[in-house]
């Protein structure tokens, strides 16, 4: 018998279906109709994009994967440069060889990494190297990257950045009476922190450490005070006078010690080395002098044909230089009273001398007005190993004993101080201040300052060169206090 809901829509409906899940089938199959009969001009918009790829190349890169390869996979620069891109896309797990299936993981390994999602396969982000058009320049060759960790193994630290020079001296002296005198040494500064000046007819000294100044001596109003130089251990000074005389002085208890002669006119610049003390003269010639002899000299070398003023003992004593106003660079050593070397490319008086204290043998020479040359020799053979033209008269050389690098005092037309750094012999730094040749320099003995004196009678401190173990850029602020006082 039929239901009285069947009876009142005409339908015969099987049991177990009703009214409602009947308008639901119909309004299914009608929204199915609707579609069916949508219009084929209109396409249907979708935000998927399944791209063609019958066109790529995939297997430049390699992304399919082989299920059986059929040669083993290799080391090489493409490992290396596979695990540096999984590093950075996957983390630093993924980069280890022992998560690659190829990596020796066994066939457990190689089907739990087939099956599980989360496994990268052996060829993920793989580039496919033509090893027909390979070469060792590629920028992922095994040379460059590696062949273990994909990093360079000889990369250069960066260039370190250029030193800086202060600019300004920290300390400025006056000193009257400095004489603007080309052929003159009255300047020198002793291992032991003090600074020795010749003003007129007096030696004054100075001491670094507390700025206090004492009158070493007075030569008399018919003398005058032409040269000064330290004993290597700095207790004693050697005067050169403008007589000729040859002075030697306890610059502790202020008392002379010996007067030695055998120059006829002044003596323009000494030169101790261990032993023995040297004096070059406007006569033309150079006296050894041995405090433990008696006499006043004992020997005599004679090869200028006009003033020496440069004298220079090497650091191991065994080789003398000098120069003259004749333009000559002798050499000589202890076995001879004639030079062994005579070198005369200079076109000028040869005042600035130099030696190396990092290399035997290598000496530097400074030309005067005409010249202007720094000019670099090898005393073994003679041989002139590099010459630079520096624009101005060379008055003064000192090697750093700290650094391998130069300082050059000059004087017609520029007045300035120069620092190079050798053998490059680049620039470091030029400095300014003197309105006059800068004639006199010395070192400190802690190699890190170094003091000017011109005719504009000022002795001005620089701090040029770094320390021995800092090997630091040097600081503005140096011993003393910026200031100007009087050296007497």
Not at 28 to 55: E, Q
Not at 226 to 231: A, D, N
Not at 452 to 468: C, H, I, M, Q
């Amino acid at each position: 018998m039929a239901s009285p809901q069947n009876t009142k829509t005409g339908l015969n409906l099987p049991a177990g279906m009703n009214q409602t899940l009947l308008r639901l089938e119909t309004f299914s199959s009608s929204f199915r109709g609707i579609s069916s009969l949508s219009s084929p001009s209109k396409s249907t918009c979708s935000d998927r994009f399944i791209p063609c790829r019958s066109s790529s190349r995939l297997h430049a890169f390699d992304l399919q994967d082989h299920k059986e390869p059929t040669t083993p996979v290799k080391e090489g620069g493409n490992e290396a440069y596979s695990r540096l891109l999984k590093s950075e896309l996957f983390g630093s797990d993924f980069a280890s060889p022992c998560l690659s299936p190829a990596g020796g993981g066994g066939g457990h390994g190689s089907a739990s990494s087939s099956s599980s999602p989360m496994s990268p396969c052996t060829n993920m982000l793989r580039f496919k190297t033509d090893r027909s058009n390979s070469s060792p320049n590629s920028p992922f060759s095994p040379s460059i990257l590696g062949n273990d960790n994909g990093f360079s193994s000889d990369s250069s630290p960066p260039p370190k950045p250029p030193r800086k020079v202060p600019k300004t001296p920290h300390k400025v002296l006056d000193a009257p009476s400095l004489q603007d005198d080309f052929y003159l040494n009255v300047v020198d500064w002793s291992s032991q922190n003090v600074l020795a000046v010749g003003l007129g007819t007096c030696v004054y000294l100075w001491t670094a450490s507390n700025s206090k100044v004492k009158k070493l001596c007075d030569l008399g109003p018919n003398d005058s005070v032409c040269s000064v130089q330290w004993t290597r251990e700095g207790s004693y000074i050697s005067i050169g006078t403008s007589h000729g005389q040859v002075q030697v002085w306890d610059a502790t208890q202020c008392k002379r010690v010996r007067t030695m002669g055998g120059h006829q006119t002044r003596t323009g610049v000494l030169a101790w080395n261990s032993r023995i003390l040297s004096s070059g003269s406007r006569d033309r010639n150079i006296l050894q002098h041995d405090l433990r002899v008696q006499s006043d000299y004992v020997s005599k070398l004679v090869g200028h044909k006009s003033e020496v003023c440069g004298l220079k003992w090497s650091h191991d004593d065994r080789e003398l230089a000098s120069g003259g106003n004749d333009n000559q660079l002798l050499v000589w050593n202890n076995h001879s009273q004639n030079p062994i070397l005579k070198l005369t490319e200079h076109t000028a008086a040869v005042k600035a001398i130099t030696w190396s204290p990092h290399q035997s043998g290598l000496l530097a020479s400074g030309g005067g007005t005409a010249d202007r040359c720094i000019r670099f020799w090898n005393t073994t053979n003679g041989h002139q190993l590099n010459s630079i033209d520096t624009g101005s008269q060379v008055c003064n050389l000192a090697w750093s004993k700290n650094v391998n690098e130069i300082v050059s005092t000059h004087g017609y037309s520029q007045n300035q101080i120069m620092l190079w750094k050798y053998p490059s012999m680049a620039k470091v730094a030029t400095l300014t201040g003197h309105s006059m040749r800068v004639l006199y320099l010395a070192t400190s003995p802690d190699g890190q300052t170094i003091v000017t004196g011109a005719g504009d009678e000022t002795l001005r401190f620089w701090n040029v060169f770094p320390s021995v173990k800092m090997q630091t850029p040097v600081k503005d602020t140096g011993l003393w206090s910026l200031g100007r006082t009087q050296i007497r």
